[in-house]
């Protein structure tokens, strides 16, 4: 059974939940048909609802001040061994894969890491996250997954920043979030983390 974190209990310690070895691995799923039903015959030839590609993506500042981000965009998927020490594993352009997208953090290098920003965006489909029904889960190699809930809408934006997992000195703490930005470079403002953005696209 998952703990949920909400408004009201947003913040959960890996040190506290005896997590602290091993693979972080932060899962999205989501709805690949956006709630809408897909069309036969004739009318699917004028069906112009592709559904939602829905990215998983984080944002990452380390103790030595480093900075980086991963996502598909850019085809900047990290390295789980080696500096960055997190690694997104594909990217499901259509929601279809059993186990979505997943970002691996590798906890043995958890006094590395200063803070790391989960987001998702909408990469292609409309901005419609009541249809999308977004579900992060962060599972550890060891005791109960962590749930947040893309549950809280914002007409007509297309970046959700989900989680921040904090280094207070004393091991991460995650912390939910669950706002909604224009783009990577609105979220980037809101928590200051002061990298350059352009346009990106997938290969």
């Not at 310690?13 to 709630?35: C, E, F, P």
């Not at 990290?78 to 691996?104: A, Q, V």
């Not at 091991?171 to 939910?176: A, N």
Request: aromatic residues 10%; negative net charge; charged residues 25%.
């Amino acid at each position: 059974m998952a703990v949920t974190l909400t408004k009201s209990s947003p913040t959960v310690s890996l040190k506290k939940a005896d997590i602290s070895t091993g693979v972080l691995r932060v899962n999205l799923n989501w709805d690949q048909t956006g709630g809408a039903q897909k069309k036969t015959g004739w009318r699917s030839f004028f069906d112009t609802n592709t559904g939602i590609d829905l990215d998983l993506a984080a944002l990452i500042e380390m103790q030595n001040g480093e900075k980086g981000v991963i996502q598909a965009l850019g085809n900047s998927f990290g390295d789980f061994d080696n500096y960055p020490y997190i690694k997104l594993d594909k990217d499901d352009r259509t929601g279809s894969s059993t186990d979505g997208e997943n970002i691996m953090i590798n906890l043995a290098h958890q006094d590395d890491f200063k803070r790391i920003c989960i987001f998702t965006f909408i990469y292609q489909g409309a901005p419609s996250w009541d249809r999308a029904k977004g579900v992060v889960t962060l599972h550890p190699a060891s005791g109960q997954p962590i749930q947040i809930n893309i549950d809280e809408y914002a007409s007509g934006k297309i970046l959700c920043g989900v989680a921040m997992l904090e280094n207070d000195g004393n091991g991460l703490s995650i912390r939910r979030i669950v706002e909604y930005f224009n783009g990577h470079d609105e979220l980037d403002r809101r928590f200051g983390w002061g990298m350059q953005w352009v346009a990106g696209s997938k290969d």
